[in-house]
């Protein structure tokens, strides 16, 4: 059987220690190729010209214009080319703008790889629904506008998790821990905003570290004492 052509993505971003952390997001992804860096609105042109990617990645905030109207560049001039957005932009009237836009997922930095890679997996999944199917039915379509999502029964989340870690308490802690990423939380501290002892925190937390959904680090309280500080993986 032929290996399946990966799909070409170009990523669209001023901030080269971003860019960077883009394309080692996307290189940890079975079956996309990242295929140009731009730093600007021009750049991604002449890249989106040469190069006609499938996928565009692409910032809000770029040197020479904005992102948005890239956006409305790559739909009146490239329409078979995709985009997700990855921006420190969080006015709703910007999201409104890519969103009618169409653009196919929109995240918001920091962004943690699971995001990351849920995204690219859900567009995976929607070429390869494309590309299969000549009819699409309701259920079909609905999934496609992502106004249908499949839960993942109980019983495989608790054999994914080992024993005395909740999911739906290990995914506040998770957010807990990304609500406060720049300063970090000491175990005691995650635990007040749970309502959970330190103890238990410490042992979410720890569980989190161990599966590179977080991470920790040493620093010295006002006291000199040394304390363990949990923070976000971001970008």
């Known amino acids: 059987m032929s290996k399946l052509k990966p799909i070409e993505v170009l990523i669209v971003e001023d901030d080269a220690r971003v860019a960077k952390v883009n394309r080692r997001f996307m290189e940890k992804i079975e079956g996309f190729q990242v295929v140009g860096i731009a730093a600007n609105g021009q750049e991604a042109k002449v890249w989106l010209e040469e190069m006609r990617p499938q996928l565009v990645l692409l910032d809000v905030y770029l040197p020479d214009m904005k992102g948005i109207e890239l956006v409305w560049y790559i739909r009146q001039h490239c329409k078979d080319i995709d985009i997700i957005m990855i921006t420190a932009a969080e006015e709703i009237e910007v999201i409104q703008d890519a969103l009618r836009g169409g653009v196919f997922d929109y995240l918001v930095k920091p962004v943690l790889f699971d995001r990351f890679k849920q995204s690219m997996e859900k567009y995976r999944l929607h070429l390869q629904t494309l590309s299969s199917n000549q009819r699409l039915d ?89 304390e363990r500080k949990y923070y976000a993986e971001q970008i």
């Open 138 to 226: 309701q259920k079909q379509v609905d999934q496609l506008l992502g106004h249908v999502q499949e839960p993942i029964p109980e019983k495989h989340l608790s054999k994914a998790l080992p024993k005395g870690i909740d999911p739906v308490t290990l995914e506040k802690v998770v957010q807990v821990v990304q609500a406060h990423s720049e300063q970090g939380l000491t175990a005691e501290q995650v635990g007040k905003h749970l309502g959970a002892s330190r103890t238990t925190a410490r042992r979410y937390l720890e569980y989190l570290v161990s599966i590179k959904r977080i991470r920790a680090d040493h620093t010295y309280g006002t006291i000199g004492r040394p």
